[in-house]
């Protein structure tokens, strides 16, 4: 079939602006007169027009084991994200993803994965790529035998195209901002890492997350001894669960922890307010994202800042390389945005012991 990719070779521009044109968007992106009537003609000329006989079109590159491009990409999470915009977390990357999609002309699905039930419009192959924001492997197996492109945000199962933060940088940074306080008995609560990627999608980050906790630790020639790493998605529950497990291990000698994500870090404070701790007076804590403010306006997690809404940016743009590329790969992009620690109210130099 004559792509986006065929026609930009020939007309001489971007894939991407000849997007812009043919979905009439020339004069939004202020694309001259000239380049859009140029684009338009090679069109023409090349038999691309999505409009006109579609249903024709789609039929006859069937036959062919083709289809055309729909200009729908999917826009994927589980069942507990409930707004994509009002998400914490999500509602950065939804809007990179809004704003690229756009650009280039494409028409945005948002949907949640249940179980027992997937989109009609993506079992029927009526998206042109995913955006994976969470999931569970299942899901990303269901997508691969469909033959759809998918990206993943946010972490990296194997055998998919990736954009996601700098998870060993970001942790190394939070537990590097500890030692430099003066902490020397530094814990750390993670997600599990004796999982199988079967398990959860979230392996790889949690390994590269603790390797950037140990890689500070042996630096700075401190023992990393007391490491939790349960069989958790990060929630709140079992951070607390965590931190009492570490703290009495530690027979009390913690200063300070490094969490997984902000979402343990804040279940971590609140166990420590239970046992009548102060937070960062008796024991300081780090967490990852940067979105504790979005929850609780007073407790400002120290915590590892990226660019989420470049995430989002960048998941459609490889998406859209892939789709037109229209081949098969066994190697696939993984881009990591840089991350940079932010200090909030819940890291302070230890106390000294009296």
Same mark, same amino acid.
Request: hydrophobic share 40%; charged share 25%; net charge neutral.
């Given at each position: 079939?004559?792509?986006?990719?065929?026609?930009?070779?020939?007309?001489?521009?971007?894939?991407?602006?000849?997007?812009?044109?043919?979905?009439?968007?020339?004069?939004?992106?202020?694309?001259?007169?000239?380049?859009?009537?140029?684009?338009?003609?090679?069109?023409?000329?090349?038999?691309?027009?999505?409009?006109?006989?579609?249903?024709?079109?789609?039929?006859?590159?069937?036959?062919?084991?083709?289809?055309?491009?729909?200009?729908?990409?999917?826009?994927? @999470?589980?069942?507990?994200?409930?707004?994509?915009?009002?998400?914490?977390?999500?509602?950065?990357?939804?809007?990179?993803?809004?704003?690229?999609?756009?650009?280039?002309?494409?028409?945005?699905?948002?949907?949640?994965?249940?179980?027992?039930?997937?989109?009609?419009?993506?079992?029927?192959?009526?998206?042109?790529?995913?955006?994976?924001?969470?999931?569970?492997?299942? *899901?990303?197996?269901?997508?691969?035998?469909?033959?759809?492109?998918?990206?993943?945000?946010?972490?990296?199962?194997?055998?998919?195209?990736?954009?996601?933060?700098?998870?060993?940088?970001?942790?190394?940074?939070?537990?590097?901002?500890?030692?430099?306080?003066?902490?020397?008995?530094?814990?750390?609560?993670?997600?599990?890492?004796?999982?199988?990627?079967?398990?959860?999608?979230?392996?790889?980050?949690?390994?590269?997350?603790? @390797?950037?906790?140990?890689?500070?630790?042996?630096?700075?020639?401190?023992?990393? %001894? *007391?490491?939790?790493?349960?069989?958790?998605?990060?929630? @709140?529950?079992?951070?607390?669960?965590?931190?009492?497990?570490?703290?009495?291990?530690?027979?009390?000698?913690?200063?300070?922890?490094?969490?997984?994500?902000?979402?343990?870090?804040?279940?971590?404070?609140?166990?420590?307010?239970?046992?009548?701790?102060?937070?960062?007076?008796?024991?300081?804590?780090?967490?990852?994202?940067?979105?504790?403010?979005?929850?609780?306006?007073? %407790?400002?997690?120290?915590?590892?800042?990226?660019?989420?809404?470049?995430?989002?940016?960048?998941?459609?743009?490889?998406?859209?390389?892939?789709?037109?590329?229209?081949?098969?790969?066994?190697? *696939?992009?993984?881009?990591?945005?840089?991350?940079? *620690?932010?200090?909030?109210? %819940?890291?302070?130099?230890?106390?000294?012991?009296?």
């Amino acid at each position: 079939m004559i792509t986006l990719k065929d026609v930009a070779e020939q007309a001489g521009v971007s894939t991407q602006l000849v997007s812009v044109v043919l979905n009439g968007k020339a004069q939004k992106y202020r694309v001259s007169q000239a380049t859009q009537e140029r684009v338009e003609e090679m069109a023409r000329q090349m038999g691309y027009d999505p409009e006109s006989n579609r249903s024709a079109r789609q039929m006859a590159a069937r036959k062919h084991g083709k289809k055309l491009p729909n200009n729908v990409i999917a826009v994927c @999470a589980l069942p507990s994200v409930r707004s994509f915009h009002e998400q914490p977390f999500e509602a950065p990357i939804l809007d990179g993803i809004e704003s690229a999609a756009d650009r280039f002309g494409l028409d945005v699905l948002l949907c949640r994965l249940h179980p027992e039930k997937m989109p009609r419009l993506i079992t029927k192959g009526e998206v042109d790529g995913i955006v994976m924001v969470s999931g569970r492997p299942n *899901f990303l197996d269901a997508f691969r035998q469909l033959n759809i492109p998918v990206v993943k945000t946010g972490s990296s199962p194997p055998g998919c195209d990736t954009v996601m933060a700098q998870d060993r940088e970001g942790i190394y940074q939070a537990t590097s901002h500890l030692i430099g306080l003066g902490h020397t008995q530094i814990g750390f609560i993670g997600h599990a890492v004796e999982a199988t990627v079967g398990e959860s999608i979230l392996i790889y980050n949690a390994k590269e997350r603790l @390797a950037g906790y140990l890689e500070a630790m042996k630096e700075a020639d401190l023992p990393a %001894t *007391f490491i939790t790493t349960p069989p958790c998605q990060g929630y @709140a529950g079992d951070g607390a669960k965590g931190f009492k497990r570490l703290w009495r291990e530690s027979q009390g000698s913690l200063t300070a922890v490094v969490c997984y994500n902000d979402i343990l870090a804040m279940g971590m404070i609140q166990a420590a307010q239970e046992m009548k701790l102060s937070v960062p007076g008796d024991v300081s804590v780090t967490g990852f994202d940067n979105i504790s403010k979005h929850y609780d306006a007073t %407790t400002m997690v120290s915590s590892v800042d990226y660019d989420r809404r470049q995430i989002g940016i960048r998941a459609v743009e490889i998406l859209m390389q892939v789709r037109d590329a229209g081949e098969a790969r066994t190697e *696939f992009v993984l881009e990591k945005i840089p991350t940079v *620690f932010r200090e909030g109210n %819940t890291t302070a130099a230890p106390r000294k012991k009296n």
